[in-house]
């Protein structure tokens, strides 16, 4: 089959190349999907679950990707829940990534029926930023209905899904980023934007939580924007930013085959849109993925047509 492997984590996307590599077989709970769309998380080349199994043990060559889209081709010993022809989608192991690719193995829980009236390319969209904003939001923000959001890098692939589903909930949202950003990020329902470059950050008071994607300075000046008792959730990585007897919550998302099913079920009922930024081949994935302009969303390869 067709891949795209990394084998040196200083060169990052540059580092991507396309080779043939062997076909995976089924692992026990496992099914092989043959890949339709991928996705892919820029983050991915710093985990060390990129390059090291769970035992720490180098995996390299790796092929990177964990969101995918597709159709069962191969069922592991004890696989129950999914069957072959079966069209599904979500994401792999981050300790065994593989989108990337023509064929990939999978868990089984880690998969989620796809709709047959959803496409391979949304599917693939959806999974990753679409499970970071429920959980974010609900599970560990602890989201109300009436509360008010701050989601930083509002016009991105994660932001833009968190901008929806709390304005679904019921949520006032603010959004920020860049100024060329503002229309976009109002378009997926922030009711504020606050241009990180030019407006200043501190005028925002009193919200009840912050979405966080940015990490750095902007992560710490985040936490003064926020009521006393309130939250600052963020995937951006550890942070001693706390607000005023409030919490800061660093979180890492895990497959959810329930949510998958719930986020789906609001693209198909037209509730949450997903956000691409660009569509490429296998074949373009590396010059994809080192784009010679900024692109505002999520980049998926359709690895077959």
């Known amino acids: 089959m067709k891949a795209i492997v990394v084998t040196d984590q200083a060169a990052g996307t540059a580092g991507m190349k396309l080779v043939e590599r062997p076909a995976p077989q089924a692992a026990i709970n496992d099914v092989v999907v043959q890949v339709r769309a991928s996705g892919f998380t820029s983050g991915e080349l710093t985990w060390p679950s990129t390059w090291t199994d769970r035992l720490d043990r180098d995996r390299t060559p790796s092929i990177p990707g964990q969101e995918l889209a597709g159709v069962v081709t191969a069922l592991g010993y004890g696989t129950t829940g999914l069957s072959v022809g079966q069209r599904v989608f979500g994401l792999s192991d981050s300790y065994r990534g593989g989108t990337l690719a023509e064929f990939v193995a999978v868990e089984t829980r880690n998969l989620a029926p796809l709709p047959g009236d959803i496409n391979f390319t949304v599917g693939a969209s959806v999974a990753m930023p679409g499970l970071t904003a429920w959980q974010g939001l609900f599970q560990h923000g602890r989201l109300q209905a009436g509360q008010s959001v701050l989601v930083h890098g509002a016009a991105g692939a994660v932001g833009s899904m968190v901008t929806q589903l709390a304005r679904e909930f ?36 009193g919200v009840d939580l912050v979405f966080d994607v940015i990490g750095g300075d902007i992560q710490k000046r985040s936490a003064s924007v926020i009521r006393a008792g309130g939250t600052l959730v963020t995937i951006a990585g550890p942070t001693e ?6 919490l800061t919550i660093d979180f890492v998302l895990v497959s959810d085959r329930a949510q998958l099913g719930e986020i789906v079920q609001r693209v198909r009922d037209g509730r949450l849109r997903t956000n691409i930024g660009n569509v490429s081949t296998l074949d373009d994935a590396v010059a994809a993925f080192n784009p010679t302009k900024r692109i505002s969303g999520k980049t998926i390869i359709r690895v077959r047509p």
């Open 170 to 205: 019921g949520a006032y949202v603010i959004g920020t980023g860049r100024a060329a950003d503002r229309q976009k990020a109002l378009d997926f329902g922030a009711q504020e934007f606050v241009d990180l470059d030019n407006d200043a950050l501190e005028d925002v008071a």
């Open 241 to 246: 930013a706390r607000p005023a007897d409030g």
